[in-house]
């Protein structure tokens, strides 16, 4: 190994390390089903402690790059023949939450499901009132004026700092879409690909998300999840030119994709010529240090739309989601959709467009991922 750790560099040393990993199983030095180092040969050849280099390969491990094996060592589990060109995409690559091998058996809900849902919509009340208030000091009557179609730029434009902060997304305000909830910007996905066309959905996935687009005229093409993700043969031979992800945690199979997998999406995407609708609904609340990668962020030639929502961040009663659209779909979305008015009440935007600026989101977010963590271990 002749792996260097800058220490003045301002990058923890386990990300040093597991940059270099990245860069090297990519490269093929270290190539598929490869044992690597142990972490105790890491640290005695780098000069960093032991939890040092078992941090570095717990985060290969839940990207995907790698695959503990117990008592055996630690494997490489990137298959990288299967995606040629590809090695651009892997410098800043995220972490997953990644699923154990195993059989899955039909739509089961994870067992930790209601436990996690108990971390979420805990948001301080006392926090939140006190932001209402700040809101209706500073804004005044400017919360009686009609939204913006597509959402006020306080929001959008805070939405885009904390993405480029938390998640390394740049993109920009105009490419922000608000909406009341999930299902609603599902219906607007809906409107912009045209009845009649297919979309391929996770099986088993959320059910509303089959009925919103049903209900909207499009048809369904289901693909069955395996413990990596989508059936790659089944990937390969659906009809649709659309294909709907939860990359992260997927409801309800508990499936998180791994590096090779969201390669995969991207590759039939721009093989197609087609659209990746990534939902990101729980990706923020990850039990990992470093936040995964976004799809949408992850190569610039590929068509993403990206959704999220504030009701697992914030609260199951706040009614608010956000979509960003690639730059070859924005202009021809508004010229199609850019009539219709925010379905988020304008006050709800101010409150949420201070709860980013003052970090408070933030730390909430922080703390239940502490939360899990400390439950995990």
């Known amino acids: 190994m002749n792996y260097r750790i800058e220490k003045d560099s301002g990058i923890p040393a386990y990300l040093q390390l597991y940059h270099c990993f990245v860069k090297d199983i990519v490269a093929g030095v270290y190539p598929y089903g490869s044992r690597l180092p142990s972490k105790r040969t890491i640290?005695?050849?780098?000069?960093?402690?032991?939890?040092?280099?078992?941090?570095?390969?717990?985060?290969?491990?839940?990207?995907?790059?790698?695959?503990?094996?117990?008592?055996?060592?630690v494997f490489v589990s990137y298959r990288g023949e299967e995606f040629p060109g590809a090695e651009h995409l892997q410098e800043n690559a995220g972490e997953t939450e990644k699923n154990t091998p195993g059989e899955l058996h039909g739509p089961e809900i994870p067992e930790d499901a209601e436990t996690d849902a108990q971390d979420t919509g805990e948001f301080p009340f006392s926090v939140l009132a006190r932001t209402m208030r700040k809101v209706l000091l500073d804004y005044g009557e400017r919360i009686l004026i009609k939204s913006p179609n597509h959402g006020c730029p306080e929001l959008r434009e805070e939405i885009c700092r904390y993405l480029a902060r938390s998640r390394g997304i740049s993109v920009e305000p105009s490419r922000?879409?608000?909406?009341?909830?999930?299902?609603?910007?599902?219906?607007?996905?809906?409107?912009?690909?045209?009845?009649?066309?297919?979309?391929?959905?996770?099986?088993?996935?959320?059910?509303k998300i089959r009925k919103v687009y049903e209900a909207m005229g499009l048809h369904c093409e289901f693909l069955t999840m395996t413990p990596e993700g989508i059936s790659g043969r089944e990937l390969k031979n659906c009809s649709a030119k659309v294909l709907h992800v939860t990359p992260f945690n997927s409801f309800p199979s508990g499936v998180t994709a791994g590096i090779s997998k969201k390669l995969e999406y991207l590759r039939w995407a721009k093989e197609r010529g087609g659209i990746l609708i990534e939902d990101n609904y729980d990706s923020e609340l990850t039990v990992s240090r470093k936040q995964e990668e976004a799809l949408f962020s992850m190569d610039p030639e590929a068509q993403v739309i990206y959704l999220n929502t504030f009701s697992r961040t914030l609260a199951p009663s706040a009614r608010a989601a956000y979509m960003l659209l690639p730059p070859s779909l924005a202009e021809a979305f508004h010229e199609k959709l850019g009539f219709y008015s925010c379905t988020l009440p304008i006050f709800d935007q101010y409150v949420l467009a201070e709860l980013l600026k003052n970090g408070e989101l933030e730390r909430h977010i922080n703390r239940i991922r502490r939360k899990r963590r400390e439950r995990k271990a």
């Open 176 to 207: 922000v879409i608000l909406g009341s909830g999930a299902e609603y910007l599902y219906g607007l996905i809906a409107q912009f690909l045209g009845s009649g066309q297919t979309v391929a959905l996770e099986k088993p996935s959320y059910e």
């Open 43 to 73: 640290a005695a050849e780098t000069g960093v402690s032991v939890i040092t280099a078992d941090h570095a390969l717990t985060l290969l491990n839940e990207e995907g790059y790698a695959e503990s094996r117990q008592r055996s060592g």
